[in-house]
C-alpha cells in the first residue's frame, strides 16, 4: 500500500486510482496533519512548476537567439572585411601623404561598443526592470539613455561592469575624459571585463589625441595578451 | 506518437531539445507567415507553443497520444496564433486560395496557468535557497511525479534509500526555512 508521502504525490500528478482517491479523502477529512501537508506540497508543486517553466523558458529562448546570433556573425564579418579595406586604403593614403598618424581617424576605424555580454535582450527578457530597459537602449544605439540607466545601476548595485558599459555609451557620446575616469574605476575592481579595460582605454586617449597614453595601453594590451592583442599591435605600429 | 520525442522532452538534455526544437522551427515559420502573421509573432509563439508541448510531456500528458508530435504542436500553435491575431483585430480567411495547408491541423487550446500566491513566492524564495540537488529531487518527486526508482534511474544517486533520505532532509531543510 502506498503511504502518506506517495499518495500526495500521485494527488498532485493527478494519477490517483479511484481506490487510491477514496482512501486520500478520507484522510483528507479526518487527519489534520495530512491536511496541511497537502497544502504545503501543494505550494511546493506549484513553486516547482513556476522555476520548471522559468528554467525552460530561459532555454527555448536560448536556442532562438542563436538563429540571430548566427545572422549577426555574418553581418559582423562583413563590416569587418569593409572595415579593413577602409584601413587599408587609409594606411596606403597616409603612405602616399606622408602625414603622422590622424588619431581621430584611428578612432573611427577602431572603436567599436563592447557587446551586451551582461544581459543579452532576449523574448525571454520582457521585464520592466531598469537592467533589462539599460541594456536594451544600449543594444539600440540610445547611448545617452542607456548611459542614464548604468550610472544608476552602479550607484545602488556598485556592480562594475556598469563601469565599462558606461564608458562605452560615453565612447559613442564623444566624452572621452568621462569614459576614461569610468574605465580607471573599473580596473580596479577586476572584474571579467577589466581584460578589456585598457583596449578602451587606449580608445579613449585617441579620441582625446592623447598618442602617449594611447600607446601606453596599447602595449598593456599586448603584455596582457588576452584580447585585441593583433589590433593594438598594428595600431601601435601606426601610432609610431 | 513518436515516444523517442516525447522522451527527449522529458529529459532535461539541451543537446536533445534544441535538435527538437530546430527540426520544426522552418515548417512552423512557414505554416505562421501563410496564416498572415509576421515572423516576429510567429517566432514568439513557436517557442510559447513549443514550451507548451513540452510542459505537457513533462506532465506526463503525452505518452499516450496517438496522433504525431508536429501535428500535436502545430495544433497547439494555431490555437496561439489566432489567439494573437484576434487580439491584434485581425482574421484570417482561410479561404484564400493562396494559403498552403499542408495538412488539416486541429486547433489545441492551452489554458496559461495562474499566477503564484503570496505564500507560493514566499515558499519559491526558500525553494531557491534549498541549492540544486534539492530542487532538483523535489521537482521530481512532487511536479513530474517519478517514482524514488525513476528518480534513481535519472540521477546519480546510487540506490532508493538515497533518494528517499535526500528527499526527507530537503524537505525537512524547506520546512525549517518557512515562518
Not at chain 1, 28 to 50: C, G, I, M, P, T
Not at chain 1, 140 to 164: I, S
Not at chain 2, 25 to 47: C, M, P, W
Amino acid at each position: 500500500m502506498l503511504d502518506k508521502d506517495q499518495l500526495i504525490a500521485k494527488f498532485l500528478t493527478r494519477s490517483l486510482s479511484e481506490a487510491e482517491q477514496l482512501r486520500f479523502n478520507t484522510l483528507l477529512s479526518k487527519d489534520a496533519s495530512f491536511r496541511a501537508e497537502v497544502a504545503l506540497l501543494q505550494d511546493l508543486n506549484k513553486v516547482a512548476e513556476a522555476e520548471d517553466d522559468a528554467m525552460a523558458k530561459e532555454m527555448v529562448a536560448g536556442f532562438e537567439a542563436e538563429h540571430h546570433n548566427k545572422q549577426g556573425v555574418g553581418k559582423t564579418r562583413i563590416w569587418w572585411v569593409a572595415a579593413s579595406l577602409a584601413l587599408l586604403l587609409s594606411i596606403g593614403y597616409l603612405v602616399i601623404q606622408e602625414t603622422p598618424a590622424n588619431t581621430q581617424k584611428l578612432f573611427v576605424e577602431n572603436f567599436e561598443p563592447y557587446r551586451n555580454v551582461i544581459h543579452p535582450i532576449t523574448r525571454a527578457s520582457q521585464q520592466d526592470d531598469l537592467k533589462t530597459q539599460a541594456f536594451a537602449y544600449y543594444e539600440q544605439g540610445k547611448y545617452d539613455e542607456a548611459l542614464a540607466l548604468f550610472k544608476k545601476l552602479y550607484a545602488t548595485t556598485e556592480t562594475p561592469y556598469y563601469l565599462f558599459y558606461q564608458a562605452n555609451a560615453l565612447l559613442q557620446l564623444n566624452r572621452p575624459k568621462e569614459a576614461i575616469t569610468a574605465l580607471q574605476i573599473h580596473l580596479k575592481t577586476k572584474d571579467t571585463l577589466t581584460q578589456k579595460s585598457h583596449w578602451y582605454l587606449a580608445m579613449a586617449y585617441l579620441k582625446l589625441n592623447d598618442v602617449t597614453n594611447a600607446k601606453k595601453n596599447l602595449e598593456q594590451v599586448v603584455l596582457e595578451n588576452k584580447y585585441n592583442v593583433e589590433k593594438a599591435k598594428s595600431l601601435l605600429k601606426k601610432l609610431d | 506518437m513518436d515516444l523517442a520525442q516525447v522522451e527527449d522532452l522529458k529529459s532535461d538534455d539541451r543537446l536533445r531539445l534544441k535538435a527538437l526544437y530546430n527540426n520544426y522551427r522552418n515548417a512552423f515559420l512557414h505554416f505562421g507567415k501563410g496564416l498572415g502573421a509576421s515572423e516576429q509573432t510567429v517566432l514568439d509563439i513557436y517557442q510559447d507553443a513549443f514550451l507548451a508541448l513540452r510542459k505537457r510531456a513533462v506532465q506526463g500528458k503525452l505518452d499516450k497520444l496517438q496522433s504525431s508530435l508536429k501535428t500535436y504542436l502545430f495544433g497547439i500553435g494555431k490555437f496561439m496564433l489566432f489567439d494573437a491575431l484576434k487580439k491584434e483585430g485581425r482574421t484570417i480567411s482561410m479561404e484564400n486560395p493562396l494559403q498552403l495547408v499542408d495538412e488539416a491541423v486541429e486547433e489545441i487550446p492551452i489554458v496559461q496557468g495562474h499566477e503564484l500566491t503570496k505564500e507560493q513566492q514566499l515558499l519559491r524564495t526558500f525553494f531557491v535557497k534549498l541549492g540544486k540537488k534539492c530542487q532538483l529531487v523535489l521537482t521530481l518527486y512532487y511536479y513530474r511525479g517519478l517514482t524514488i526508482e525513476e528518480i534513481v534511474a535519472k540521477t546519480d544517486y546510487g540506490n532508493a534509500n538515497t533518494v528517499k533520505a535526500q528527499k526527507s532532509r530537503c524537505l525537512k531543510s524547506l520546512k525549517q526555512m518557512m515562518p
